[in-house]
């Protein structure tokens, strides 16, 4: 059976996710352990995973069109190539015990990762209206490779400049990005339409006014901001609770498991079950997450409470992507997946750079319950559309 182009292309995309989102479980495994280490502050250890997600937020407005103008492959591979220098910076950081170096690291490693979440609008560039949602999903589910891969990663490369923890797990990031260079070599990118490239289109402010549109920048940005602000601060509580590395690394594999396993079926669902109404089963697991790390302690209260977390944000980011997918014409493509993942990267951002604070001053049953707020606000979204669409009809 032969492959159509479609699906071929859906495939490599789904191999570069599953390299690059490598590297970046291997960050979230172990970037906010070694802020702890060389911060004189405690409270700011999560700051290189804060200015790495800055930098992303930064990235992604300029990333939107670069690509356009230049193509997608093309703008990629420089980005990957910065990406290798970010986990140079960031090794030799470590090497120097400079926590400002490290910073620095972070940021530039960032700036790559503003070109990655782009994968997922060139999967629905080359899918139908039906097999949008599906192929979205798919290229997703490249993180269920990144979710053993990563973490594993990072244990095996922990001591490689020993004394010095830490250091190799950086250094084995410069060899992720430039596998990315390799598989993104292979890809056939949609060539950018002439249409794709025009001036013009409706302003911004009249795309966004739209119920969806606002629903998809509501609920996709804010459902990140949960997942980060839970999974950044989790490593430092797991740690402040006596827990090991190990079992921190294992805990973190079965989140992004849990981020990215459901991508093999979440497409179908929307599918099945329409995209609102998955969004809102996203929400309730977010709820049940919060509701078990309030419950215990232990290694499987973390680790059950992060696996549901992973799984409720995947329904919540593929819902939220394939909404917006319909809310813009070709030629406001890249202003408005450019201006969504802005808006993702700021609220990551701001979580990453609170959560180690507030962990840190108010503990962390007091870090879950801040969160129930916001999963309130994307079921509140959520059943507001629904309601307009209800009345519509």
Same mark, same amino acid.
């Given at each position: #059976?032969?492959?159509?182009?479609?699906?071929?292309?859906?495939?490599?995309?789904?191999?570069? &996710?599953?390299?690059? #989102?490598?590297?970046?479980s291997?960050?979230?495994?172990?970037?906010?352990?070694?802020?702890n280490?060389?911060?004189?502050?405690?409270?700011?250890?999560?700051?290189?995973?804060?200015?790495q997600?800055?930098?992303?937020?930064?990235?992604?407005?300029?990333?939107? &069109?670069?690509?356009?103008?230049?193509?997608?492959?093309?703008?990629?591979?420089?980005?990957?190539?910065?990406?290798?220098?970010?986990?140079?910076?960031?090794?030799?950081? !470590?090497?120097?015990?400079?926590?400002?170096?490290?910073?620095?690291?972070?940021?530039?490693?960032?700036?790559?990762?503003?070109?990655v979440?782009q994968?997922?609008?060139?999967?629905?560039?080359?899918?139908?209206?039906?097999?949008?949602?599906?192929?979205?999903?798919l290229?997703l589910?490249?993180?269920?490779f990144?979710?053993?891969?990563?973490?594993?990663?990072?244990?095996?490369?922990?001591?490689?400049?020993?004394?010095?923890?830490?250091?190799?797990?950086?250094?084995?990031?410069?060899?992720?990005?430039?596998?990315?260079?390799?598989?993104?070599?292979?890809?056939?990118?949609?060539?950018?339409?002439?249409?794709?490239?025009?001036?013009?289109g409706?302003?911004?402010?009249?795309?966004?006014? &739209?119920?969806?549109?606002?629903?998809?920048?509501?609920?996709?940005?804010?459902?990140?901001?949960?997942?980060?602000?839970?999974?950044?601060?989790?490593?430092?509580? #797991?740690?402040?609770?006596?827990?090991?590395?190990?079992?921190?690394?294992?805990? !973190?594999?079965?989140?992004?498991?849990g981020?990215?396993?459901?991508?093999?079926?979440?497409?179908?669902?929307? &599918?099945?079950?329409?995209?609102?109404?998955v969004?809102?089963?996203?929400?309730?697991?977010?709820?049940?997450? !919060?509701?078990?790390?309030?419950s215990?302690?232990?290694?499987v209260?973390?680790?059950?409470?992060?696996?549901?977390?992973?799984?409720?944000?995947?329904?919540?980011?593929?819902?939220?992507?394939?909404?917006?997918?319909?809310?813009?014409?070709?030629?406001?493509?890249?202003?408005?997946?450019?201006?969504?993942?802005?808006?993702?990267?700021?609220?990551?951002?701001?979580?990453?750079?609170?959560?180690?604070?507030?962990?840190?001053?108010?503990?962390?049953?007091?870090?879950?319950? !801040?969160a129930?707020?916001?999963?309130a606000?994307?079921?509140?979204?959520?059943?507001?559309?629904?309601?307009?669409?209800?009345?519509?009809?």
């Amino acid at each position: #059976m032969t492959l159509s182009p479609a699906w071929k292309n859906v495939a490599l995309l789904a191999v570069c &996710q599953a390299l690059a #989102m490598t590297g970046a479980s291997l960050i979230a495994t172990t970037s906010a352990l070694v802020g702890n280490a060389l911060a004189i502050d405690k409270a700011y250890a999560t700051l290189p995973l804060a200015l790495q997600y800055g930098a992303t937020m930064a990235a992604t407005i300029p990333a939107a &069109q670069l690509m356009r103008v230049f193509g997608r492959r093309a703008a990629c591979i420089g980005a990957a190539v910065v990406g290798m220098l970010g986990g140079a910076l960031s090794t030799a950081a !470590i090497l120097d015990a400079d926590f400002a170096f490290f910073c620095l690291g972070s940021a530039v490693t960032g700036v790559f990762y503003g070109f990655v979440i782009q994968f997922r609008f060139a999967a629905a560039d080359v899918a139908d209206a039906r097999f949008k949602s599906r192929a979205i999903s798919l290229v997703l589910a490249g993180g269920v490779f990144a979710a053993v891969a990563g973490p594993n990663l990072a244990r095996l490369t922990r001591e490689l400049f020993s004394p010095v923890l830490f250091a190799g797990c950086f250094f084995a990031l410069i060899f992720v990005c430039a596998s990315v260079v390799v598989a993104l070599s292979f890809v056939r990118f949609p060539a950018t339409t002439a249409e794709e490239r025009a001036p013009g289109g409706r302003k911004l402010r009249e795309i966004i006014a &739209q119920p969806a549109c606002v629903t998809a920048m509501l609920c996709g940005p804010l459902s990140y901001a949960v997942m980060s602000t839970l999974m950044t601060a989790t490593p430092l509580a #797991m740690l402040a609770c006596d827990h090991n590395f190990g079992d921190t690394a294992f805990v !973190i594999q079965w989140h992004i498991l849990g981020m990215y396993a459901p991508s093999f079926f979440s497409g179908s669902l929307v &599918q099945r079950f329409g995209v609102l109404n998955v969004m809102a089963a996203g929400s309730a697991l977010f709820v049940l997450c !919060i509701a078990l790390n309030l419950s215990g302690n232990s290694v499987v209260h973390f680790w059950a409470a992060l696996t549901v977390l992973g799984v409720g944000w995947n329904f919540m980011f593929v819902g939220a992507t394939t909404l917006l997918t319909e809310c813009y014409r070709p030629q406001e493509k890249a202003k408005v997946q450019g201006l969504n993942d802005f808006f993702v990267y700021g609220t990551v951002t701001l979580s990453a750079l609170l959560s180690g604070k507030l962990h840190y001053y108010i503990g962390w049953d007091s870090l879950n319950l !801040i969160a129930l707020p916001i999963v309130a606000a994307t079921l509140l979204a959520g059943f507001r559309l629904r309601a307009r669409r209800a009345q519509a009809a």
